[in-house]
């Protein structure tokens, strides 16, 4: 009898979390591969289910679904809310549906997942991380979709900072560089638009690095400096429905940008150490230039997202003549996330950070204790952001980020 417990026990397959994504675009062509993958690679306490994809458009919604894997469509994001099978909330929308979808999901005992920035106010994230601390008292998690806390170079500098390895910090200084806005015929989609995106580049890019900055340093920012731009003022209005990085053809006729194109930021964190932050989608050349340096006392450390396997790591206490930078190449077993990879020196990429993403997310909601950033996360991060652009208005006055 023992005997064939025991046996059950190993066959027994882990509970099914339900996905139900909204949004199948550029966020949730990701956010599928993560959902899809993250089982056949970790061994997770609970397997995630591709159980509904949300669009506003049946035949587009449908051939989205077909294409990456999941099992059913809707056309409104309140039926896949409501289905029975769908168990965790998966939000891949322009920033103005950010809020009242969670909400909603959270009351209905949803967890639910945000991509960045969390929303698009103060107003909207303090009310989303209200409707969180009321959904934890009932078991709900709620997370936000940073997901270069998971590239594993990144994680990994987290730990040594975490282990003293730079001492007290100095420095953390941050850009994040596209290039994808520096021709002004480049149409006007959501992304430019206040009302769909809260801001430009700040919020699309400046919210990652201020989540990184914070999250490496392990302690807030509490005072910015900024100056913000937009270059370009009017674009091209998109022929069709406005939608991922490139939007429509120009149809004739312009309106206007109302966010910014690029920010530049000086902060002071709380320990007193310094950072300074660039963002912007107009630098000639530059892709999705995500680079960071911190230095502390007893060393630095160096990354850029087109490298991202590597970290470069000086140890400042080895003797003068032999020290300097080295490159880590970030894919032995022993880093985070590797263990479950492929052998040391074959590589991953962008998309990993998403299966890495699915993989923390579903061992928090089993009880685990990955550091998964949660909605008071997203909420600290947007009052950042709202500082940068206070400060901006006031010709860049030191402006206090709000507890
Ligand atoms: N983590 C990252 O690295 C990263 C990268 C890009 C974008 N993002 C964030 O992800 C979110 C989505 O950005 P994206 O690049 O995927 O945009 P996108 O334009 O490529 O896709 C948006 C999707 O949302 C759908 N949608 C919009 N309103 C909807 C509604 N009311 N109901 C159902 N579907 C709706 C659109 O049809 C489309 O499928 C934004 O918050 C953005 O800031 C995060």
Same mark, same amino acid.
């Given at each position: 009898m023992a005997q064939r417990d025991q046996t059950q026990q190993e066959t027994a397959a882990p509970p099914t979390l339900g996905i139900g994504m909204v949004g199948y675009a550029f966020m949730g062509a990701a956010h599928s591969q993560g959902w899809r993958t993250a089982g056949h690679v970790f061994d997770l306490p609970m397997r995630p289910a591709l159980a509904a994809v949300c669009g506003r458009d049946r035949a587009a919604v449908e051939a989205a679904a077909g294409r990456h894997g999941w099992a059913a469509a809707e056309t409104d994001w309140r039926a896949l809310i409501a289905r029975?099978? =769908?168990?965790l909330v998966d939000i891949c929308t322009p920033g103005d549906s950010h809020a009242e979808i969670a909400v909603a999901a959270l009351e209905a005992g949803k967890h639910v997942l945000c991509e960045k920035p $969390?929303?698009?106010?103060v107003a909207e994230a303090e009310a989303m991380a209200a409707a969180a601390r009321r959904a934890a008292a009932r078991g709900r998690s709620a997370f936000v979709g940073?997901? @270069?806390?998971?590239?594993p170079a990144l994680a990994h500098a987290r730990r040594l900072i975490g282990d003293g390895r730079?001492?007290?910090?100095r420095h953390v200084r941050a850009v994040y560089l596209q290039d994808?806005?520096?021709?002004?015929?480049s149409p006007l989609t959501w992304r430019l638009d206040k009302d769909r995106a809260g801001s430009g580049a700040l919020g699309d890019l400046g919210a990652h690095v201020v989540d990184l900055a914070q999250y490496l340093a392990g302690e807030p920012l509490v005072a910015v400096s900024a100056l913000t731009e937009t270059f370009v003022r009017e674009r091209p209005r998109p022929a069709g429905p406005s939608g991922g $990085?490139?939007?429509?053809?120009?149809?004739?006729g312009t309106g206007p =940008?109302? =966010?910014?194109?690029a920010a530049a930021f000086t902060g002071r964190l709380a320990s007193g150490a310094l950072a300074s932050f660039e963002v912007t989608r107009?630098?000639?050349?530059?892709?999705?230039?995500l680079r960071l340096e911190i230095n502390g006392e007893r060393g630095s450390l160096a990354f850029d997202l087109e490298r991202l396997n590597e970290l470069s790591f000086h140890?400042?206490? &080895?003797p003068a003549a032999t020290a300097g930078f080295r490159r880590v $190449? =970030?894919? &032995?077993? &022993?880093?985070? @996330? $590797?263990?479950?990879?492929?052998?040391?020196?074959h590589t991953l990429g962008y998309e990993h950070t998403f299966v890495h993403q699915a993989r923390d997310v579903v061992c928090a909601i089993a009880?685990?204790?990955?550091d998964v950033p949660t909605f008071a996360d997203g909420l600290q991060v947007q009052r950042v952001l709202a500082a940068v652009e206070e400060s901006a208005a006031k010709n860049s006055v030191l402006t206090p980020v709000t507890l």
């Open positions: 029975d099978d =769908v168990h $969390l929303a698009n106010t940073f997901n @270069y806390r998971r590239v730079l001492g007290a910090l994808w806005l520096t021709d002004p015929a $990085l490139g939007g429509g053809a120009a149809a004739g =940008v109302t =966010v910014d194109d107009m630098a000639a050349g530059r892709k999705n230039a140890d400042h206490t &080895e $190449l =970030v894919t &032995e077993p &022993e880093h985070p @996330y $590797l263990e479950a990879w492929w052998p040391p020196g009880g685990g204790t990955p």
